[in-house]
């Protein structure tokens, strides 16, 4: 099954099981991804999380329910994975403006939001530059933090952030950007800001080392201003490069972003010719 097909029929699984559990364990067993790589190309793909395309579904539904004025406000909330009318209120009055009692009324304009439909054009012509390069295990320094999936595209331009305003950029310069997963499953990952390891040199406090093992990765250039640039490759990775890949697949966890020195362009990460790359480990299907 191609990535796009697998996306697809993820989609077709949630709209037919929306009122039973679904985690992202589950859902990507279903097309037999980890749920690793599942969530960071579904959202890359379909343009928000896999958890706000659930939460925006369900409480579509649950609006229209409510609007038929013959459900109660806490059997709807049950039905669709809430666990108390308080929480349900609250999210529902987020997402439709209104509350459950004013649906019931049916005197207000509720939000809707359809399902997600793929469709598969035909581009060929493309040009996607990668190589596929060996490199052996190396050691990093770096600030971990655990993020969720559902928050990290918000959360870690702010880890950035704070790890520069409170000076760190001098222990940990920040030539790496690395996302571990290395159960390729769950709701939270591992994210390290890092520079190579000196063994040389003393932990700077808070810190940690991290063992990065030999893989066989795919690499990706990314040339232009941030983060639209990163942003572009890796959406490409998965909409273009991972549909028409054949002999290789995923191999582990990981995904590595490496940041060339800003100090080597006229106008740092925002100039044109500003260079990244973005690894993937993989493995010979």
């Known amino acids: 099954m191609d990535w796009i097909h697998a996306v697809m029929t993820a989609v ?10 679904l985690t992202a364990d589950i859902i990507a067993s279903k097309v037999n991804v980890s749920p690793f790589y599942f969530q960071k190309g579904f959202s890359l793909l ?3 999380t896999l958890k706000e395309y659930i939460r925006n579904r369900r409480l ?31 999210a529902f009055t987020r997402f439709h403006g209104v509350t459950p009692s004013a649906a019931q ?25 990668y190589k ?4 052996e295990s190396f050691t990093v320094l770096g600030a971990s933090k655990r993020f969720r999936y559902d928050n990290a595209k918000s959360e870690i331009p702010q880890f950035w952030q704070e790890h520069y305003a409170a000076g760190n950029g001098k222990y940990v310069c920040g030539m790496f950007g690395i ?19 000196n063994p040389a040199s003393d932990i700077p406090e808070g810190f940690v080392t991290k063992v990065i093992p030999a893989f066989t990765w795919a690499v990706f250039p990314c040339k232009g201003p941030m983060p639209q640039a990163l942003q572009d490759v890796n959406q490409k990775i998965f909409s273009e490069w ?22 080597k362009y006229p106008n740092g990460t925002s100039d044109e010719n500003y260079y990244c790359e973005i690894w993937i480990p993989v493995k010979e299907k």
């Not at 666990?83 to 209120?89: A, E, I, L, V, W």
């Not at 997600?116 to 530059?129: A, N, T, V």
């Open 12 to 21: 077709d699984y949630i709209e037919e099981n929306m009122t039973e559990e």
């Open 46 to 48: 379909c343009g928000l």
């Open 60 to 90: 579509t539904l649950a609006g229209n329910e409510l609007c038929s004025g013959n459900r109660r406000v806490i059997d709807v909330a049950l039905k669709y994975g809430y666990d108390s009318p308080d929480s349900f209120t609250k």
């Open 105 to 129: 009324k049916n005197v207000s304009m509720l939000k809707s939001f359809a399902p997600l439909k793929i469709k598969i054009s035909l581009e060929g012509g493309y040009l996607m530059d």
């Open 132 to 135: 596929i390069t060996k490199k």
């Open 179 to 197: 996302n571990i997963d290395e159960q390729m499953g769950g709701e939270d990952f591992e994210y390290l800001i890092a520079d190579v390891y």
């Open 242 to 263: 991972l549909p028409a890949l054949k002999n290789y697949e995923f191999a582990a966890g990981y995904c590595i972003e490496m940041y060339d020195d800003a100090a």
